[in-house]
T-cell receptor, first 114, second 114 residues
Framework: EAEVAQSPRYKITEKSQAVAFWCDPI?????LYWYRQILGQGPELLVQ????????DSQLPKDRFSAERLKGVDSTLKIQPAELGDSAMYLC????????????FGSGTRLTVV | GEDVEQSLFLSVREGDSSVINCTYT??????LYWYKQEPGAGLQLLTY?????DMKQDQRLTVLLNKKDKHLSLRIADTQTGDSAIYFC??????????????FGGGTRLMVKP
């Protein structure tokens, strides 16, 4: 079964350091999403890509967060500098289109900022 | 923005039925979804319902949709200990960038006692 791959699985970083997460969506899925899930809450959308273009980044804290999907396939989410409040699970998802299949999520990257 | 709300916690005995409730706000949602999240893992799509349906049954899962009240429920029959997880309700909405996105509730933690 096709999966959304994310790495690393866990990341511990000191505040003010830079950190990056990687996502490889299911082959052929044009739409890619990055969600942030704070412990005890539901996921919240950070950024949505259609191919290599950003569709929605209204909830992305652009002073410290950046996301790219240069060739319209895999994507990188970066935080610089990291803050204590950035500790969360970062989930990547992909989809063909909005449908009964929803999104397929990766296993996530759990970030701890110390 | 849209709000999806769920109760925080539900405890049932093994073999009983579980009912998890959700309210949403966007009446234009095309699909509504239920996702399951086990500890430390990503989100797994359990089932969905198209917005013009009232009910959908899928093995032990029954989804009920009341569009008038914007109320969605998930019933799990013969609940097993392996069903213990967090369950998220999600609706498809049009984001600020014009693309389809999912908005999630805060999740309901289901605990199944042997």
């Amino acid at each position: 079964e096709a999966e959304v791959a994310q790495s690393p699985r866990y990341k511990i970083t000191e505040k003010s350091q830079a950190v990056a997460f990687w996502c490889d969506p299911i082959s052929g899925h044009a739409t890619l999403y990055w969600y942030r899930q704070i412990l005890g809450q539901g996921p919240e959308l950070l950024v949505q890509f259609q191919d290599e273009s950003v569709v929605d980044d209204s909830q992305l804290p652009k002073d410290r967060f950046s996301a790219e999907r240069l060739k319209g396939v895999d994507s990188t989410l970066k935080i610089q500098p990291a803050e204590l409040g950035d500790s969360a699970m970062y989930l990547c998802a992909s989809s063909l289109t909005v449908s009964k299949y929803g999104y397929t999520f990766g296993s996530g990257t759990r970030l701890t900022v110390v | 923005g849209e709000d999806v709300e769920q109760s925080l916690f539900l405890s049932v005995r093994e073999g009983d039925s579980s009912v998890i409730n959700c309210t949403y706000t966007d009446s234009s949602s095309t699909y509504l979804y239920w996702y399951k999240q086990e500890p430390g893992a990503g989100l797994q799509l359990l089932t969905y319902i198209f917005s013009n349906m009232d009910m959908k049954q899928d093995q032990r899962l029954t989804v009920l949709l009341n569009k008038k009240d914007k109320h969605l429920s998930l019933r799990i029959a013969d609940t097993q200990t392996g069903d213990s997880a967090i369950y998220f309700c999600a609706e498809s909405v049009i984001g600020l960038g014009g693309g389809n996105m999912l908005t999630f509730g805060g999740g309901t933690r289901l605990m199944v006692k042997p």
